[in-house]
């Protein structure tokens, strides 16, 4: 555990981590404080000195915000702060859904993606089909490499 934090900085980060990723009592999964994502910022941060601008600049504001840490609090912070909210959230699900433990609640496998990756189910014809229409629609749009001004130059 880093001390990057101060001790009221550290309790707001944790009260926004739990909002930002919620605890989940029926499946048993934790939320994000619990699963101490903090510590993981914390580490990026002394990583990545834009990253530590970026969660030093979130956190000030979080702290001059008066009131209870919900999701209209949080709400308010990606408003204001949406580049800030942004690098917060997005270093947030990597640090929590890094955790082999978090994975395996999710129903993700707990090993490491590569080299195996996890079983993907593959799309049914019909969504591919509705997925590739606009495209079928349009028509070919490239040029013929054996036609006038193709790569061959009509040789």
């Known amino acids: ?16 981590l739990a909002e930002l ?7 048993r999964i ?12 914390a580490n990026q941060a002394l990583a990545n000195a834009g990253f ?3 969660i030093r600049a979130f956190l000030s504001r979080a702290q001059s915000l008066a ?13 204001e702060l949406p580049e800030e ?12 859904y890094s955790r ?13 993606i590569h080299p195996d990756g996890y079983p993907v189910a593959r799309e049914t014809p019909e969504f ?11 028509g070919p749009i490239y040029r013929d490499p054996t036609g006038p001004g193709g790569l061959n130059n009509g040789k």
């Not at 082999?100 to 490491?112: E, F, N, T, Y």
């Not at 229409?133 to 349009?138: D, F, K, Q």
């Open 52 to 54: 530590q601008e970026q």
């Open 30 to 41: 934790p939320n994000a404080s619990e699963a101490e994502t903090a510590d993981y910022l």
């Open 21 to 27: 990723i919620p605890a989940n009592p029926d499946r």
């Open 128 to 138: 591919m089909d509705q997925l590739t229409a606009p495209v079928r629609a349009r």
């Open 1 to 16: 555990m880093t001390n990057l934090f101060s001790d009221p900085e550290r309790a707001l980060l944790d009260a926004i």
């Open 85 to 96: 909210f942004s690098a917060v959230l997005t270093e947030t699900y990597k640090g929590y």
């Open 100 to 112: 082999p433990d978090i994975r395996a609640k999710v129903g993700v496998g707990a090993h490491p």
């Open 67 to 79: 009131g209870e840490v919900n999701t209209d609090f949080v709400r308010q912070l990606e408003t």
